[in-house]
């Protein structure tokens, strides 16, 4: 499959967060500027890259051929927690500077739910290695572009005058929603 | 029929094998990449601690025996434990951001829970925290004061003695949790081998609730401190006004036994707010202090009373009696300890009453 495909259809018609509602718990609660927004989803396209590269030959090369792919569930949400932990060693040790935009955010998602959908979808729509590392970096990319667009419009919410039932994550779950109407009309332009 | 072992022999195989790969690469992460090498903290210019980087600074300073007030346990969510970090703190990190002034940024105000030591670094920390200690003690006595305060009384273990300044607060640990909770100290800073708090019930409130409905005469009891910088300046001869309601009054107590044991010769007004008669406590130890010490004058106030209360003293919010009662007089201090709105009202009348701001000390809770 044409590779461009993939990512315009991550970022727009299957975008993970308004098409899927995976993240939702950083989508919610780390929305409120835009700069820690940036600062959570560059942290979500690195680490959905890095595992989805890394559970591929996981499961084509070890349990596709051993016949044990029912583990996959498991191993994926290991390989993902034990890698966001050496990833925070090695640039809190070498990178100070990607530590200050990053270090806060990488523990946080380590058990998100988007992480492992990526992984699992790659699985489930049977994409090749490239394919795979460039549907997650898609999708990193597009939970980015939605979270962005949330905190510009929760940031314009400061001054709006909000019943007091739906101050905070109410309102911004109804914001999602309509976010998500409008990424609808995306639907149809392609197809993956 | 034959059983192919295998199908359970694998996949135990494999997870087991991925498992320890991955935890293989996190040891090796840990040994060397995580590791910092011996590094100095330096604090105050002067001690000096060999560490073993790699950790928050708070637990070393923990390890050390030097209590910074901390009421979350390190997890960086209540903001107790500030100091300067002078240098080798590395960048600040948006988990403190939202608990530090601009003017903190500005004199490199850290939380110690979120630096890490990964090189020599260099700290200020104010003299009244390196004097915090850890005090293992016994509940010797728990009274009630009025419906929802009680009087602890702790009796520090061996013959370990307590330094501190009338007006300042200790910790009490809650046992088996990380939890923390800030009580002034309600006895006079001569008795140095016991320690009184006065705890009002907080309706929901974990610490409040384990002491009252839990703690027992004989339980063995954790505490740190002492901590705060509202407390009795003992140079000044001012005449001094107190305000205090609830548990309000612990510090002001101490205050006030403290100047009576030092025999000060400055006039002392105690304004006490509390709603009806059954709020009121050690009100005729006052009234007999009020007989015995000239220069002692007791307000008790009361903003709602009851009908079989038949109070006879001054009516209304403690600080409409402030208003009546205050002459205009420069030559003044004042100790305020209470809730914030309280402490905001009667910082204004007592600066409208000529007090100089800076004469003002509060303990907002």
Redesign the interface.
């Known amino acids: 499959m044409n590779l461009f495909v993939i990512f315009f259809a991550t970022l727009f018609t299957h975008n993970i967060a308004l098409t899927y509602f995976l993240g939702m718990c950083p989508f919610i609660s780390v929305s409120r500027s835009i700069k820690?927004a940036l600062?959570m989803g560059l942290a979500v396209v690195f680490v959905m890259t890095v595992t989805a590269a890394i559970n591929w030959p996981?499961y084509y090369k070890?349990?596709v051929p051993?016949?044990?792919e029912?583990?996959y569930y498991?191993?994926f949400i290991?390989?993902i927690a034990?890698?966001v932990?050496?990833v925070e060693?090695?640039t809190?040790?070498?990178l100070?500077v990607l530590q200050?935009t990053l270090?806060?955010f990488l523990p946080l998602i380590t058990v998100n739910c988007a992480i492992l959908g990526v992984s699992l979808f790659m699985v489930l729509r049977k994409y090749s290695y490239l394919e795979s590392v460039v549907f997650a970096f898609g999708s990193g990319v597009g939970w980015t572009i939605a979270i962005i667009a949330m905190s510009g419009i929760r940031s314009k919410l400061l001054f709006a005058d909000i019943p007091e039932a739906l101050k905070g994550p109410g309102i911004t779950m109804i914001i999602a929603s309509i976010m998500a109407l409008a990424f609808m009309g995306f639907a149809g332009m392609v197809g993956i | 029929m034959e059983l192919n072992y295998m199908i359970f022999i694998t996949p135990v195989l494999v997870m087991v094998s991925i498992a320890a790969a991955l935890a293989g690469l996190l040891a090796f992460a840990d040994k060397y990449i995580a590791s910092y090498g011996e590094c100095k903290i330096v604090i105050n210019k002067g001690k000096e601690l060999i560490v073993e980087g790699g950790n928050a600074l708070l637990s070393y300073l923990v390890d050390n025996k030097i209590f910074i007030p901390s009421a979350c346990g390190g997890k960086g969510t209540c903001g107790y434990c500030k100091l300067k970090v002078l240098e080798g703190g590395g960048p600040l990190l948006p988990t403190e951001t939202p608990y530090l002034t601009k003017q903190e940024v500005l004199h490199s105000v850290r939380l110690a829970c979120q630096v890490k030591i990964k090189r020599d670094v260099e700290l200020a920390i104010p003299e009244d925290l390196l004097a915090a200690e850890q005090f293992k003690s016994v509940i010797e006595k728990i009274e009630d004061l009025t419906h929802d305060i009680k009087r602890f009384v702790f009796k520090l273990s061996g013959s370990s003695k307590i330094n501190f300044k009338a007006g300042q607060y200790v910790q009490f640990c809650i046992p088996d949790t990380t939890e923390f909770r800030a009580y002034s100290i309600a006895s006079d800073p001569g008795t140095k081998d016991r320690v009184e708090l006065m705890v009002r019930l907080v309706p929901g409130g974990l610490c409040s609730t384990y002491m009252h409905e839990a703690l027992e005469v004989g339980d063995e009891a954790c505490l740190t401190g002492p901590y705060g910088e509202f407390f009795l300046q003992e140079n000044s001869k001012k005449d001094i006004i107190c305000v205090g309601g609830g548990c309000g009054m612990a510090p002001i107590k101490s205050i006030i036994n403290h100047l009576f044991a030092t025999n000060a010769a400055q006039n002392i007004t105690y304004f006490f707010g509390a709603r009806q008669k059954k709020d009121l406590f050690y009100t005729e130890e006052l009234e007999r202090f009020e007989k015995k010490h000239k220069n002692f004058e007791f307000v008790p106030a009361l903003s709602e009373p009851a009908k079989e209360d038949e109070w006879t003293g001054e009516v209304g919010f403690i600080t409409q009696v402030m208003q009546k009662h205050l002459k205009y007089n420069k030559n003044q201090e004042a100790y305020l300890c209470g809730p914030p709105p309280m402490i905001d009202a009667a910082i204004g009348i007592l600066t409208s009453k000529g007090i100089n701001i800076n004469d003002i000390y509060y303990d907002k809770f």
């Open positions: 820690t600062g996981i070890i349990l051993l016949e044990v029912f583990l498991v191993l290991i390989t034990a890698l932990q050496f060693m090695v809190e040790r070498f100070p200050v270090g806060v």
